[in-house]
């Protein structure tokens, strides 16, 4: 994934004064992959919100997660990809905006690089997938477009911006 264009997120007036920090796109992304929760937020074709916690990696620059194509989220992707992922902090916050999409089939290499990252973050919960788990789908990519990102508000508030394609 080729690197962002960083700028300050857009607030009304008064919202900040003077930020005087920039948050580095390496550290916002070692942020994504050391998360264990996450909330993804899909839209229903009629329009309604659906937020969900689920767990996931971040790997080559994109968000994936896995589970069954019946669950709401799923089925609201089929229908809107545009979603949004939050880390669980309302402080040190992470929201990256993009667009969800299943991953039929992965690549073996990619295949192979999920599970470790899965198995890596996840085995003393019990879960590690063998690269073999998503051969029949199961799995959803998250492409982003935006990330806005701070560890404090007002001085470091930053702005990623993904070129598109």
């Not at 962002?4 to 992959?33: C, D, K, M």
């Not at 701070?150 to 470091?156: A, L, S, V, Y």
Request: aromatic share 12%.
């Amino acid at each position: 994934m080729s690197n962002p264009h960083v700028s300050r997120p857009r607030f009304p007036e008064g919202y900040l004064h003077n930020p005087t920090r920039w948050l580095a796109w390496a550290e916002v992304e070692a942020r994504l992959q050391a998360a264990l929760h996450y909330w993804l937020v899909t839209v229903s074709s009629q329009g309604r919100p659906h937020a969900v916690p689920l767990w996931g990696v971040w790997v080559g620059g994109c968000f994936y997660f896995d589970g069954s194509p019946q669950t709401r989220h799923a089925r609201n992707l089929h229908d809107n990809p545009q979603v949004i992922v939050h880390l669980e902090s309302g402080a040190q916050v992470v929201i990256v905006e993009g667009e969800g999409m299943s991953v039929p089939r992965p690549e073996p290499a990619l295949a192979a690089a999920l599970a470790a990252a899965y198995g890596n973050k996840y085995a003393t919960l019990g879960y590690t997938p063998a690269p073999t788990q998503w051969d029949e789908g199961g799995l959803y990519r998250v492409v982003p477009r935006k990330v806005l990102a701070w560890n404090d508000f007002t001085q470091d508030p930053t702005r990623f911006i993904f070129p598109s394609g």
